[in-house]
């Protein structure tokens, strides 16, 4: 970055620490809200953690709606259905708790609430052009850092294709980041949502859109997450690993929306979109196959990143993106992600569609090195 290129960096109020979430009655009288939408999942309600922010909205006099037709790949249709939910309850804030799914449903929704229209109308950047109505985040995994972006992904199912909004106007009005969350997170969701922390922070690292500000947040994010991941896999007790692991999904999410993402994410937005698989789990088997692509227009960057996951400098330079690739796949190793895409279900027949999606994501246009379509086939041909 030179100093005639100009960066814009936004972010919501965050308020991080052991019982944030117990704030969020404060912010619901606040923002004057009287009939909240709550967006969550069966899995957060199973855990208890709805019980919990009901109670906190019936102590402020807040009447309460629950929608919980929440897909892990969220949907457009259930983002149409919860707008319905919102207006035929008479809702005027929105609370998501829970995973990306959830915040980016919430997102959704809150952008129907008073924009109205189809949801794929506003795929895209800056499509949107009314603020939708005061949005809380209560985030329960460290990874999509959908509470802190700007980006909004959802699964356009007749299509079978994922699609971003991205736009300032769907950036939540506050994060509230409890670290005691995590506890009940299942053991492969911690590994599948630091990956995806892990890809976000590396991807906008290299991004050709990153900032100085955004550097700051990309390589602290990597350093955090590189230390508490397997940690936090190993036990979801360890109350500093999950505090790390939150601050790490933080900085990355506030690298990424700024910076915005690369060719992982584009890739891994067409195959989650087809075959419905989890996004973290993707991004950590494609990420090895981009770095490698990418090496030789981030050569420096990357070797930066090398060292942040404790390689020392000499192997590091004998040995290129090898290194890197090596560091990241031993990581996925320690939380349980091994194989490969097609292990997972993919088949070859559909990697010419699977490519031609890629291509046109958003997330492409920062990638450091931008493939043609045929050099995006051979890169899920060497992940299947």
């Known amino acids: 970055m030179t100093i005639d290129t100009l960066r814009k960096f936004v972010m919501p109020e965050v308020i991080i620490g052991d019982g944030a979430r117990n ?5 619901l009288e606040n923002y004057g809200i009287q009939h909240l939408l709550l967006v969550t999942d069966p899995g957060v309600i199973r855990a208890g953690w709805v019980d919990e922010i009901s109670t906190l909205a019936e102590d402020h006099g807040v009447d309460l709606t629950v929608f919980d037709g929440v897909s892990e790949n969220p ?47 506003y795929e895209g950047v800056d499509q ?15 990874g999509s850092s959908a509470d802190v972006s700007q980006f909004a992904i959802l699964t356009d199912q007749a299509a079978k294709r994922k699609f971003a909004i991205i736009s300032k106007m769907i950036i939540p009005d506050i994060s509230l980041i409890d670290p005691a969350l995590l506890a009940t997170l299942p053991r492969e969701f911690v590994a599948y949502s630091g990956f995806d922390a892990l890809t976000h922070a590396i991807e906008a690292y290299v991004s050709t859109g990153s900032s100085p500000l955004t550097d700051l947040h990309a390589c602290e994010a990597i350093q955090l997450i590189r230390t508490a991941l397997p940690k936090a896999y190993r036990s979801r007790d360890d109350s500093s690993a999950a505090l790390s692991m939150m601050l790490g999904s933080l900085h990355a999410g506030l690298a990424f929306s700024n910076a915005s993402l690369g060719l992982v994410h584009a890739m891994g937005h067409a195959i989650s979109g087809m075959y419905n698989l989890p996004h973290g789990e993707v991004n950590s088997l494609l990420l090895p196959y981009v770095i490698r692509h990418n090496f030789p227009a981030a050569r420096e960057r990357y070797n930066r990143i090398a060292t942040m996951l404790g390689l020392p400098v000499g192997k590091i330079h004998e040995n290129g993106p090898d290194a890197i690739i090596d560091a990241i796949r031993c990581l996925g190793e320690d939380v349980g992600i091994t194989g490969t895409l097609g292990d997972r279900g993919m088949m070859s027949s559909h990697i010419p569609d699977l490519a031609s999606s890629a291509v046109l994501d958003p997330c492409i246009v920062t990638n450091p090195n931008i493939p043609e379509r045929e050099e995006v086939i051979a890169l899920y041909e060497a992940a299947l």
């Open 75 to 121: 949907r457009t249709d259930e983002v149409h259905a919860g707008a319905g939910l919102y207006h035929r309850a008479g809702c005027d804030g929105i609370l998501a708790i829970g995973g990306g799914s959830p915040m980016d449903s919430a997102k959704g929704i809150s952008i129907l609430a008073t924009n109205g229209g189809d949801i794929r109308g």
């Open 128 to 142: 949107i052009r009314q603020m939708g109505p005061p949005l809380i985040c209560i985030p329960t995994t460290a």
């Open 23 to 27: 704030r969020a009655g404060l912010y």
